[in-house]
């Protein structure tokens, strides 16, 4: 029996597919935690794959490399250094598992598998892995060590095997997405395992983007009193060595540093970053190019462009047409020039007046409407795409989430893209963040100090500029009441009646709800973008395009709380 154990925590940026480069990277850190007298590392879920790997793991090919290229790894603790606690995809018995993985003495000693399988949001694992038996601890070193798997410590019976089977230390693998307010509900789980089951406990978390999902990392220890011990930081990559020590009441791990976490616009900036960041550097393009409208949203796009990957691997096109305002122009190129990108202006008016020539007699007898209006937009599509397809930098669209909701976007048009940095990200919280960028800058930000974009930007009503002195509140509610009602039809579900009786007007609430139903038809045909809500479009809100149910408000309706 020992009564000290020395833990590395490696709270690291997997990518997916690529078992190679992260064990190569998982090698560096056993080199590093070997030096600090380590007698194990714990990866993050799935480390040796990636996390999520989807459907990759249903190939056998796919799950052999994974396999032989643990059992190598799994040869080289045969040196006398760290074991390891590996998160991988393992086959056992014709099935496969979510496992983690116990590598020491030159081989795999023995594996535990994940429980609960989470089937909703974004989670799809009751596809791809078997859920595994009730787990007990691994005798890791003299130390029995209970590994539940992320949402196996969601609910509290895997830990309660564990401690009923004589588990002395919780050591917790995580691929936890990042949600805004999802930091604090962490770390209240892992209090109220601590609290049932006497141990303490460990939460480790990945860190990095993927397609759409982004992990913050901000891995934790509790000890058995419940008191936070450590607190490592979010949205970095960072290897931190603990000490344990047995005392007559349990195990305990020394204090070490508790990293202040971003917060609110911060966070969830950070999370913009996170996602365009990995899904450019891990994509191999170059960089991106957007277009620069003068507007708000093209503006912060731009502003997260830069932080995420430098002024040098961003590029800003300002199109024109014969309804784009002397201050778009003044405050597109104020703000290419206050972020330091590359920026040029290409006028679209002769691909206006080659499209009208072109349809003038399809068009015979009609006047202009929305058709023209879309017609600018998908030239400037065209012109950002052939930029792209020149010099390789990736189309960055630059609509927000309430804008996707209502559908007010073009197909081909400004939806043109291989990423959308704001898809999740409400206008109001468009105003937020960029207020918030422009009087901070975040800690690993490329971009300037200071501001970042103009204030006319952020104060002036936002329009589309597709025809005369329009402005988006002659074709939409006011924002403010347009996200109150989105996130209640969207995030929360709600009836609505209880919107209504929240304080909005019937016609508001329907015409919302139909605007929103309506444009499943381009929300599938969008690019992906960084989730940070609760329900982002995508996987976590699968609606058919198809679909003849209509919302409808009858003053007699009661609300469903009543």
């Known amino acids: 029996m020992t009564d000290t154990l020395t833990i590395t925590l490696a709270q690291l940026n997997p990518r997916v597919g690529d078992i190679a480069g992260n064990l190569d990277k998982l090698r560096r850190v056993r080199a590093q935690a070997a030096g600090d007298g380590a007698d194990v590392i714990l990866t993050p879920e799935l480390y040796v794959c990636g996390y999520p790997p989807e459907d990759l793991v249903l190939k056998p090919m796919f799950v052999a490399e994974c396999r032989t290229a643990i059992e190598e790894l799994a040869r080289e603790t045969g040196d006398g250094g760290p074991a390891v606690l590996l998160g991988a995809p393992w086959l056992d018995g014709g099935k496969l598992y979510n496992a983690m993985l116990l590598l020491d ?36 070193r003299g130390v029995r060590i209970g590994v539940p798997i992320c949402e196996d410590i969601w609910t509290p019976e895997v830990v309660e095997c564990v401690a009923e089977t004589g588990g002395e230390i919780l050591l ?8 805004l307010g999802k930091s604090d509900v962490r770390v ?35 000890n058995a009193d419940r008191d936070l011990v450590l607190q490592m930081p979010a949205w970095q990559e960072a290897v931190v060595t603990t000490r344990w020590t047995r005392g007559a009441d349990g195990w305990s791990c020394a204090v070490g540093d508790r990293v202040r976490q971003p917060e609110g616009p911060e966070s969830l900036y950070c999370a913009l970053m996170t996602g365009l960041r990995d899904y450019v550097g ?43 305002s002397d201050h778009s122009l ?18 679209i008016g002769p691909a206006m007046q080659a499209f009208d020539g072109m349809l003038a007699d399809a068009f015979a007898g009609t006047s202009p409407d929305i058709t023209e209006e879309n017609i ?52 109001m919280s468009v105003f937020e963040l960029s207020r918030w960028r422009n009087a901070h800058r975040p800690a690993t930000g490329l971009g300037p100090d200071g501001p ?58 329907l015409r919302v709800w139909k605007l929103l139903d309506r444009a499943e038809y381009k929300r599938r045909q969008a690019p992906p973008g960084v989730k940070v809500t609760g329900k982002s479009f995508g996987k976590d809100r699968r609606y058919p395009i198809t679909n003849a149910f209509v919302g409808v408000y009858r003053p007699s309706m009661k609300s469903a709380a009543e």
Do not use: W
């Open 376 to 427: 600018q937009a998908r030239s400037r599509g065209i012109t950002l795409m052939a930029l792209s397809n020149k010099f390789g930098h990736m189309v960055l669209s630059t609509g927000n989430k309430s804008e996707m909701s209502v559908g007010y976007a073009t197909l081909y048009g400004d939806m043109c893209g291989g990423y959308s940095v704001l898809k999740d990200v409400y206008k």
């Open 105 to 140: 003495g030159g081989r795999v000693v023995t594996a535990r598998y994940k429980v609960d399988l989470p089937n909703y949001g974004v989670f799809d694992e009751k596809r791809v892995f078997a859920a595994g038996p009730p787990p007990g601890p691994i005798d890791v």
């Open 172 to 179: 917790v693998p995580n691929g936890s997405p990042f949600e």
């Open 282 to 324: 891990k994509n191999g393009f170059p960089g991106v190019i957007l277009g620069m409208s003068g507007g708000i949203d093209s503006a912060l796009s731009a502003a997260v462009a830069v932080d995420a990957l430098g002024a040098d691997k961003v590029r800003c096109v300002m199109m024109p047409s014969p309804y784009t």
């Open 452 to 509: 970042v974009m103009p204030e006319r930007i952020i104060t002036k009503p936002p329009s589309a500029e597709l025809r005369p002195d329009q402005k988006d509140e002659d074709s939409l509610p006011p924002y403010p009441v347009l996200d109150a009602i989105l996130t209640e039809l969207i995030e929360n579900e709600t009836p609505i009646a209880d919107i209504v009786g929240q304080g909005h007007e019937p016609e508001t609430v």
């Open 188 to 222: 209240q789980l892992g209090v109220a395992r601590v609290v049932e089951s006497g141990l303490p406990l460990v939460y480790l978390n990945q860190i990095g983007g993927q397609d759409e999902l982004v992990f913050d990392g901000a891995s934790f220890v509790l």
């Open 330 to 347: 003044q405050d597109a190129a104020a703000a290419a020039q206050m972020l330091g990108v590359d920026y040029r202006t290409i006028n």
